[in-house]
């Protein structure tokens, strides 16, 4: 598992290039879920330095370049100033990303790994995505913090077999582990649903 997973992460630096001057200190991060961990970087004025995250549901990264795990898998954060930039590898808990299939069953993948010819083409036969909250509640719903409520992804046609993934916006507001949904702190996010194909869905949540 190990392995798979410095392997994945090393193809994500690869595809994802460094350059310039700036430099980031240290090694791969590695963060337990909800752990933080500070960037040193060198190279440019603090003042001009921005920060982003490739997959900021798995690892995200504030103005100040604090990285948070929020969810398993391995992803990259950059700092960037101008045409200058760096990248640094993070694994979060068990490196491995939860994904919810068609039937809402989880499924595991290390990210990066090899995938169906179906996503690599986007070819999909989904015409539609539907998301509600098992118990009632869709397209715009309000969840309590540190609760957590269970995610229904419907699709037409029904017996799709295609792989459709979950996301959140902003994981400081609320957080998606496979087809569960849970308050992180007070405040206004959107949940999307998408198919290979590109359709998507999209539920907007409030956390109280």
Do not use: H, W
């Amino acid at each position: 598992m190990k392995k798979t997973v410095l392997l994945t992460l090393s193809l994500l630096l690869l595809l994802a290039g460094c350059g310039g001057k700036i430099s980031i200190s240290g090694d791969d991060i590695e963060l337990g879920l909800g752990q933080t961990y500070k960037l040193k970087v060198s190279g440019a004025d603090k003042t001009e330095l921005t920060f982003s995250s490739m997959d900021p549901n798995i690892a995200s990264v504030d103005a100040d370049g604090v990285v948070t795990g929020n969810g398993d898998g391995v992803t990259v954060i950059t700092a960037q100033a101008g045409d200058k930039y760096d990248n640094i590898g993070v694994i979060v808990g068990t490196g491995v990303a939860r994904y919810v299939d068609m039937n809402g069953n989880v499924v595991s993948s290390v990210t990066g790994s090899p995938v169906d010819e179906g996503d690599i083409t986007n070819e999909s036969n989904i015409t539609a995505l539907a998301i509600s909250l098992v118990g009632g509640g869709s397209e715009d719903v309000t969840i309590d913090t540190e609760r957590t409520y269970e995610i229904k992804v419907t699709r037409t046609p029904a017996d799709s077999v295609d792989k459709v993934t979950l996301r959140i916006a902003d994981p400081t507001v609320a957080k998606v582990d496979g087809n569960i949904l849970s308050g992180v702190a007070r405040g206004k996010t959107t949940l999307t649903a998408t198919a290979p194909n590109g359709v998507s869905a999209e539920m907007i949540v409030r956390v109280k």
